[in-house]
């Protein structure tokens, strides 16, 4: 683990996004140290007001500061995106280190599974269970992990695929460990970098994902801030007032930058053809 810190933090690029990671993390868990005032609470002074120094990301179309709403939009964007990946995470790598694993009909059976859901596009996919199940914090969290568990299946079956005829599997089989055991003490340990990667890349387009199901209206219920709900709310004024949009959408932007960056170097340090 320190061998991974050091090898990122000598790279400026790779350090920049660990500090922005740091920030956003820091903000998920206490928005409020961030917020200056209640993400909720309407002030007819600050209706639609510019940027300021009372209001450093200006007011909205219902007087909320948009500064304090990005900051608790921030939390509930982060949250649905990195608990939908972890749930994706969960099922995808049992469901890969199955098929990979055991192979014939299972393998058959699961892989097509997969296939299915890759015949639609994510966003389509999640609109339509969403539209079925209601829009809630929990029905986008289960929408979005749903929509990625097939890219994690076919990642840890990769993987496990990869690895099953290797000497140390061979040599626990005769040994006699279970199956179950040499999956998940001998294969996942060995995936686990590439598990890593894979969870911090997609945590970025699942947070987009987010953005554009709150921007058609089908993101969590306002008047709770999400930072797609927050864009898509305020496009009726983006001409009169454009920092309603601007700032939400500039902080999309910078935490799903920071996440590939650091996605990307993560797989630079971690993957052994690359530091050989």
């Known amino acids: 683990m320190l061998r991974v810190m050091r090898r990122l933090v000598s790279n400026p690029i790779y350090t920049i996004s660990m500090i922005m990671i740091f920030v956003i993390v820091l903000i998920t868990l206490f928005p409020g140290l961030f917020a200056p005032y209640d993400p909720y609470k309407m002030n007819m002074d600050a209706f639609m007001s510019r940027p300021s120094i009372d209001h450093l990301f200006g007011g909205d179309q219902f007087g909320r500061d948009v500064f304090s709403r990005s900051m608790y939009g921030i939390q509930k964007s982060v949250i649905i995106a990195s608990s939908a990946i972890a749930i994706s995470a969960i099922i995808g790598t049992m469901l890969g280190l199955l098929s990979g694993y055991i192979g014939g009909l299972t393998d058959l059976i699961i892989m097509r599974i997969m296939d299915s859901f890759f015949a639609f596009p994510s966003l ?34 990769g993987a496990t695929l990869s690895l099953k005829d290797t000497l140390f599997v061979k040599a626990s089989k005769a040994l006699g460990k279970k199956n179950i055991s040499i999956m998940l003490k001998d294969i996942l340990p060995n995936i686990s970098s590439i598990l890593i990667v894979t969870f911090t890349t997609n945590v970025s387009t699942a947070l987009l994902t987010e953005a554009s199901l709150g921007f058609l209206g089908l993101g969590v219920p306002p008047p709770e ?51 050989r």
Request: proline share 6%.
């Open 124 to 157: 389509i996919l999640a609109l339509f269970i969403i539209a079925l199940f209601g829009s809630s914090m929990s029905n986008l969290i289960f929408a979005i992990g749903l929509v990625y568990v097939p890219i994690f299946a076919r990642t840890v079956r």
């Open 225 to 275: 801030p999400t930072l797609g709900g927050m864009v898509g709310q305020g496009t009726s004024y983006l001409l009169s007032a454009p920092w309603i949009v601007l700032f939400p959408g500039m902080m999309i932007a910078i935490i799903v930058l920071s996440l590939n960056i650091l996605g990307d170097g993560l797989r630079d340090v971690l993957d052994p053809r690359i530091n």
